[in-house]
């Protein structure tokens, strides 16, 4: 098992910036993929972005030119800078990682526990 801890959530005015972090609570033997949702209320979780192994990115509509996501592989994290931020942003904010947690394991996803992110004057 691993946990993905979440940080950087907030509240933040229209226009504003923030900085989401995912960080592994261990070691892992390969991790394929990362990425960002989001949710809110009685809304199904909708992707925000992702970014592989290799550095390739993909962003929701919603989000291209203002949301970019990074990793850092030795540190088993990645990050969401999330910048010109507006109200419809506001929602929870889960990081998602498909991995082999060691080479004797399958490829699973592990979700993180959602950080509050909140965009309002």
């Known amino acids: 098992q691993v946990q993905l801890v979440e940080s950087g959530g907030g509240l933040v005015q229209p226009g504003g910036s923030l900085r989401l972090s995912c960080a592994a609570s261990r070691s892992i033997f390969s991790i394929y993929v990362m990425g960002w949702y989001r949710q809110i209320p009685e809304n199904q979780r909708e992707l925000v972005a992702t970014i592989t192994s290799g550095g390739s990115t993909n962003y929701a509509d919603s989000v291209k030119g203002r949301f970019t996501i990074s990793r850092d592989n030795a540190k088993n994290t990645v990050y969401l800078q999330m910048n010109s931020l507006k109200p419809e942003d506001t929602a929870v904010y889960y990081c998602?990682?498909?991995?082999?947690?060691?080479?004797?394991?399958?490829?699973?996803?592990?979700w993180g526990q959602g950080t509050q992110v909140t965009v309002s004057s």
């Open positions: 998602k990682f498909g991995v082999r947690l060691t080479i004797r394991d399958s490829r699973r996803d592990y």
